[in-house]
């Protein structure tokens, strides 16, 4: 997967990967962009008590949420707050943690709360979500020049803080989480952003109530975006099952993408092609139908059923024929 490694999680971690049952869905979904698989990015209001306020030092965090499933997207959220107020309101008060050690339940209550008008929450912080198609991913990472999902994610986390620093919020501290080298990662910010005091570092969703904030804003917002992309199978025994955490080591995606591959086209927006695992499954059970591009320049006087090369050919019968079946005769009556 250039670069990127197939999570495999134990039956607690897919616990907590999978979305609640009614999960918040917060205003950082929207629903005609997941469904057209296209990625899109979402900014908060700027908090009350920040508004019209350039004077007050904020402290940021960021964190992702869904780089290793093979179903749904990639999310990157930034979290802000007045710096006073970072570990007496995110920590103290509404106890915030890593995303992954709190229950699907908890994370949705407190993105709740951050969205409700008139909370502490709401008055005092502000958020930002990016949300990576997995179509985009996938296009991204499968192009003549690969675009790795590092680089991806990079990008996604440089342009949320840009469009902070555009609506005025005056941010002098920035926490990041990483899961590369920390060292490299954070040299690239600080010739970005030379004038803010930048730390990246591993498990800062747990040593940064900015970064656990962050955690959550990201992780909700990628369970509500898997729930509305997997509502669009609605019919029959598809919506009944379901399809769980959208990780490869989880036996209802794999079951879920095992029945509902199409052998030509595989799966819809919600799916990462360039995964180990969905080109596996193409490859052993789509293996029958190949599809062989010519070279450009190659294609003059081509039909487009010339494009389609069948495990075994058939020997006789017209074009048609072999196309849409043989004939029925008056022998079979």
Request: with cysteine.
């Amino acid at each position: 997967m250039d670069g990127v490694e197939e999570m495999t999680l134990d039956s607690q971690d897919i616990a907590q990967e999978t979305p609640a049952s009614d999960v918040f869905k917060a205003p950082s979904i929207h629903t005609p962009s997941l469904l057209a698989g296209a990625s899109y990015t979402h900014y908060s209001p700027i908090p009350s008590l920040l508004a019209n306020n350039t004077s007050t030092e904020c402290v940021l965090g960021v964190d992702e949420a869904g780089r290793g499933p093979v179903l749904g997207p990639m999310v990157y959220a930034l979290f802000y707050l007045p710096l006073p107020s970072e570990r007496p309101l995110l920590a103290d008060t509404h106890h915030f943690d890593d995303s992954k050690v709190l229950t699907p339940a908890v994370r949705s209550s407190l993105m709740e709360k951050l969205c409700t008008p008139g909370s502490d929450l709401h008055q005092t912080c502000g958020w930002a979500t990016r949300v990576i198609s997995a179509r985009d991913i996938s296009s991204a990472m499968l192009s003549a020049v690969p675009y790795n999902l590092n680089a991806q994610a990079m990008d996604a986390t440089v342009d949320l803080i840009k469009g902070v620093f555009a609506r005025g919020v005056n941010v002098k501290e920035i926490y990041i989480d990483t899961i590369g080298q920390p060292a490299a990662y954070q040299k690239k910010l600080e010739r970005i952003f030379p004038a803010i005091k930048i730390t990246v570092a591993k498990k800062a969703d747990s040593l940064y109530p900015c970064v656990s904030a962050a955690s959550v804003c990201a992780k909700v917002t990628r369970d509500a975006a898997l729930e509305v992309c997997y509502e669009s199978y609605s019919e029959g025994d598809v919506a009944a099952e379901g399809w769980g955490s959208g990780y490869p080591s989880d036996a209802r995606c794999t079951t879920w993408l095992k029945k509902n591959m199409d052998p030509v086209f595989g799966w819809g927006n919600e799916c990462r092609f360039s995964w180990g695992t969905a080109k596996e499954l193409l490859e052993a059970k789509g293996g029958s139908l190949k599809v062989e591009w010519p070279v450009e320049g190659d294609d003059e006087g081509m039909k487009m059923t010339d494009f389609f090369a069948a495990a075994q050919e058939e020997e006789d019968g017209d074009e048609l024929s072999n196309w849409y079946g043989s004939r029925v005769t008056a022998e079979v009556f």
